[in-house]
């Protein structure tokens, strides 16, 4: 993951810049977070592969106790920067977090970047942090144009940076199956269209599972 960690160190400013308000244009997005506000209710909820903090702090603005956690340790300081809560650095394959302590997981577009196993790895992960009952929201790119489920695309330049990312187009049943696996069972599941005026043109699924 260190081609990952690098390249997203290198855009975190733009990044912020291009991304840190996407939420006021996507409503369907609002609403799922809303929803998992509200299961989630009462606990700590962190938010993984946290990016510039907006959707952790979105949850926040909801009353919702939040912590950040990404891979990059630049997205980390922009987050912490411009969101009010405790972020650091972390791998979600081995997160650095008690057993059983969240009431819930937030991941979106983060688990595209990595393939089966270490997807594996990371829903065995955040099965262990959820206390019994806790939910995870997952969402990641399904297709577009260009790549149907279970294509891969590569970039090696973003916003004039070399940078070294793959982003994975995932199907939502082999991803329901493998959240299962861990111990995730399927709650709800959003498909969507994307938003054409203030997002990447591809089709989305958004999986809330919970740990019972």
């Not at 493998?178 to 990447?200: C, I, K, Q």
Request: include cysteine; charge should be neutral; aromatic fraction near 8%.
């Amino acid at each position: 993951m260190i081609g990952t960690r690098r390249s997203y160190d290198l855009v975190a400013e733009r990044y912020a810049d291009e991304l840190g308000d996407e939420l006021r244009g996507k409503p369907l997005d609002r609403g799922i977070l809303a929803v998992f506000a509200e299961l989630t209710n009462g606990g700590v909820v962190a938010d993984i592969g946290c990016g510039p903090g907006h959707v952790a702090a979105y949850l926040a603005g909801r009353g919702v106790r939040t912590i950040g956690m990404d891979l990059s340790p630049a997205m980390c300081a922009v987050a912490r920067r411009t969101a009010s809560m405790a972020v650091g650095a972390a791998d979600m394959t081995a997160l650095p977090v008690r057993a059983e302590s969240l009431a819930g997981v937030v991941c979106l577009y983060a688990v595209i970047h990595l393939d089966g196993r270490q997807r594996a790895a990371a829903y065995a992960e955040f099965a262990r942090v959820l206390r019994p009952g806790g939910y995870a929201l997952i969402a990641f790119h399904t297709s577009d144009a260009d790549f149907p489920a279970g294509g891969a695309k590569t970039l090696t330049d973003w916003w004039g940076h070399q940078v070294d990312l793959t982003f994975r187009y995932l199907d939502p049943g082999a991803e329901s199956e493998a959240l299962a696996t861990a111990g995730l069972f399927p709650a709800a599941r959003l498909d969507r269209a994307p938003h054409p005026d203030s997002e990447h043109p591809s089709r989305r699924s958004y999986l809330l599972v919970q740990r019972v």
